[in-house]
């Protein structure tokens, strides 16, 4: 009876952990990831395969050089795996292998450990390692394909939203948006089929592992901006529908804007950070360079999330 | 039915009643050997009374109340005194400790003879005569604060009291003390409230009952339903914890808020447990000081139930006596003064019952897991759980890296562990904002 446990209150824990949080969102992008699969063919998922796992050795690695106990347990905690999924996620059906590496690696070597590892990054780190990406190799990250079924030679073509951005919107009209919705339009490998990511999220929103929130606003917002424009012009802008199901709106707003480490802590908060994203995607693809603006506006919001923090804390009981 | 409950944040973890519900109050043997605490109250510790070999009766004052904010302690049994000297507490510090040898036969002998009197009658006594009583009785708060009851019943004059409200929510998972205490001793109650009410002069007092103890909610109503205790009322509450918190008992049944680092009072509300109403009425009628009560022990023991133990039993001797002694005492792994989400565990099983004592709780292997913290990964579940509005990671952090200007709102938390229970991640944050709080006070000169 003398090593009887003296600890701090309260004495019971829920069984929920990180574990099973991280294999929850590993879980809801697992229909997106079969999807991708059968229509990007075995290039994708090779991609997806080396993003995972570079994620988890560099992980792993940076935990050895951090000096870090129990690799092995933490660099399988579920983090890494997110991260490399969500990387993998972000790269175009055809992009070469090394760029799976580069991405993961940027990724959690450089976005989130130097920040001093999970729960310390300011910014995703998916995101961080796509935009890398982007910006050093812009010909392999935007050659894009057309989804067929388990894809083995790829057929040249132009996502609906880079046709908008360079050839207007007649163009951008030839994709449907129920192509773009069920999945068979040209995009990066997680963003080809909405209906696999709400299918997703669904299942963390019952999960309890995100909130309502962000998605909303993300994407209300969105729609208001976009379709302003639409009403005032809708020869020259894109319906808000369209907006909304293609790109990488719905795998941004469902799966990295809602990443609870970079996102706000207070559901007030949330709003303001989905709001944000949503308002600058919109301006950066109506206005920007790029055709698509989801990551930056992502990260823009991610940087100002102390900011929001600090302005957005619940009202205390008693005041 | 209408149902009462606090809005912001709570949690409902398992139950894990029902080892111990509906178990009747048992009177276990009496022990050899008892030994009291003098530290039984929140407050200054009462000065022993008693010398060695000193021989004493049941109910005898042997600690004396040691200023305003302090209780009198009494003899849970008739016997000699052995020594006094400092003790291990079941709430982790060391207090001077009367060590008793129990005359057995004369313990049950004076201990019938409370209950074989008439029970004096109340509305004869005067507002000072019953404050009193239940001073001189050592009369504390029977929920876990153990706040001096006479302290609590005399308001500042210019507090005027319009609501007492009666904490039988229970809402700590494995306690069933309260509530076979509710279904045993329903008149003791109600005539306990009636004594509050007479001392306040208030004829509006609220019950909490949480909905998962749906006998206790209809025998107490069908008791005031007689009309022989105006002025009390059953407010059946949602099942959620912490229902039976202070602040929260009385925004879920008034709908007021406590301001932040004020007391009930400033919103005209009294709050007492329902073990403290039968305490008062056992005090006042009876003359009989708190020298036992009604203990819930549960958890990983081969009977489980509720039990009448003496102030002074042993955690040892009542685990081994009443609840036949644990399943398998090599799987257990801590042993709880409480219930698992505020309560504190023991550091032997030497240690005591005490007035505070509302269980003692076994877990083993399977139910008790002491993990290692890992990272906050800002997922809000504490922010969303906090029944005081609070940002618990924040306070946490504030805490670990020394940083007052964080922890401003840290004097705000009760301490009801929802955060630490929901956290994902096992970040220990109730202890992180423990330490918080003087480092605050420190920073702030308060």
Not at chain 2, 412 to 424: A, L, N, R
Request: aromatic share 8%; with cysteine.
């Amino acid at each position: 009876m003398n090593n009887i446990v003296v600890s701090s209150s309260p004495h019971l824990r829920t069984t929920d952990n990180l574990k099973r949080v991280m294999y929850d969102v590993v879980i809801a992008l697992l229909p997106a990831a079969v999807i991708s699969a059968v229509f990007f063919g075995p290039h994708a998922l090779m991609l997806m395969i080396i993003a995972v796992a570079t994620a988890v050795l560099t992980e792993a690695l940076c935990l050895k050089i951090a000096g870090k106990s129990n690799i092995r347990q933490t660099a399988l905690d579920g983090s890494a795996v997110v991260a490399g999924l969500l990387l993998a996620f972000n790269l175009p059906p055809t992009a070469p292998w090394w760029t799976a590496v580069i991405g993961s690696l940027v990724a959690i070597a450089i976005a989130k450990h130097t920040f001093g590892g999970l729960g310390y990054n300011l910014f995703n780190p998916a995101l961080v390692g796509r935009v890398f990406l982007l910006i050093s190799f812009p010909v392999q990250m935007t050659y894009w394909t057309l989804p067929t079924f388990w894809q083995t030679d790829a057929v040249a073509a132009a996502t609906p939203l880079g046709a908008l951005k360079t050839d207007g919107l007649e163009a951008a009209q030839a994709f449907t948006t129920q192509g773009n919705f069920l999945g068979t339009i040209p995009g990066c490998l997680g963003e080809v089929s909405a209906v696999a990511l709400l299918v997703g999220a669904a299942y963390l929103l019952i999960r309890k592992v995100i909130t309502w929130e962000i998605p909303v606003c993300f994407i209300g917002t969105l729609a208001v901006f976009t379709g302003i424009f639409y009403l005032v012009d809708p020869g020259k802008y894109a319906d808000p529908l369209f907006h909304i199901v293609s790109g990488g709106v719905m795998l941004g707003a469902l799966f990295m804007a809602t990443d609870m480490v970079t996102s706000p802590l207070t559901r007030k908060g949330q709003i303001i950070f989905g709001i944000g994203c949503g308002l600058i995607t919109g301006i950066i693809r109506l206005f920007g360079g790029y055709p698509e603006g989801v990551a930056f506006a992502i990260l823009l919001m991610n940087a100002a999330v102390p900011l929001i923090d600090r302005h957005t804390e619940v009202k205390k009981f008693g005041v | 039915m209408k149902l009462f409950t606090f809005k912001r944040g709570g949690v409902h973890p398992p139950e894990n009643k029902s080892l111990s519900e509906h178990k009747p109050v048992k009177s276990p043997e009496l022990p050899n050997r008892i030994a009291i605490n003098l530290n039984q109250h929140l407050g200054k510790p009462a000065r022993p009374l008693v010398k060695k070999k000193q021989e004493i009766f049941v109910g005898e004052r042997i600690g004396e109340a040691d200023g305003f904010i302090s209780a009198h302690v009494h003899s849970s049994v008739a016997g000699i005194v052995t020594k006094v000297e400092p003790a291990m507490t079941a709430v982790g510090i060391l207090a001077d400790t009367v060590f008793i040898d129990v005359d057995k036969e004369k313990t049950a002998e004076e201990l019938a003879a409370f209950y074989q009197q008439t029970p004096a009658d109340f509305t004869q006594m005067t507002t000072q005569e019953l404050v009193e009583k239940i001073k001189d009785c050592g009369i504390v708060g029977m929920g876990g604060a153990t706040f001096p009851a006479n302290v609590k019943l005399s308001p500042p004059p210019d507090k005027k009291i319009d609501t007492i409200l009666i904490n039988g929510a229970e809402c700590e998972p494995y306690l069933t003390a309260d509530h076979q205490l509710m279904l045993e001793q329903p008149d003791a109650l109600l005539n306990g409230l009636m004594i509050i009410q007479q001392i306040l002069g208030v004829q509006n007092t609220w019950i909490g009952i949480e909905t998962n103890k749906p006998d206790a909610i209809q025998l107490l109503q069908q008791k005031t339903d007689t009309g022989r205790f105006p002025g009390i009322q059953i407010a059946p509450l949602k099942t959620k914890y912490p229902q039976g918190g202070e602040k929260q008992l009385i925004a879920a049944v008034t709908g007021r808020e406590v301001p932040s680092g004020k007391l009930p009072f400033e919103v005209g509300c009294l709050v007492q447990n329902t073990g403290t109403a039968v305490a008062v009425y056992e005090a006042v009628c009876l003359n009989k000081p708190l020298i036992d009560r009604i203990v819930t022990i549960t958890g990983f023991v081969n009977s489980p139930g509720n039990y009448r133990l003496p102030v002074g039993a042993t955690f040892r001797q009542v685990i081994d006596d009443c609840a036949g002694g644990f399943r398998d005492e090599s799987r257990v792994k801590t042993v709880i003064n409480g219930g698992p989400m505020m309560g504190k565990n023991v550091r032997n099983l030497d240690v005591a019952v005490m007035k505070g004592t509302s269980g003692i709780l076994v877990l083993s292997d399977t139910e008790f897991h002491y993990e290692d913290e890992g990272p906050c990964i800002r997922c809000g579940r504490c922010v969303d759980g906090c029944p005081m509005g609070l940002m618990p990671t924040k306070l946490a952090i504030g805490a670990e890296y020394n940083r007052p200007e964080d922890l401003d709102t840290v004097m705000d938390c009760i301490e009801c562990g929802t955060c630490s229970y929901v956290c994902p991640t096992r970040r220990q944050l109730v202890h992180w904002i423990r330490l918080g709080k003087p480092i605050f006070r420190n920073a702030s000169g308060s």
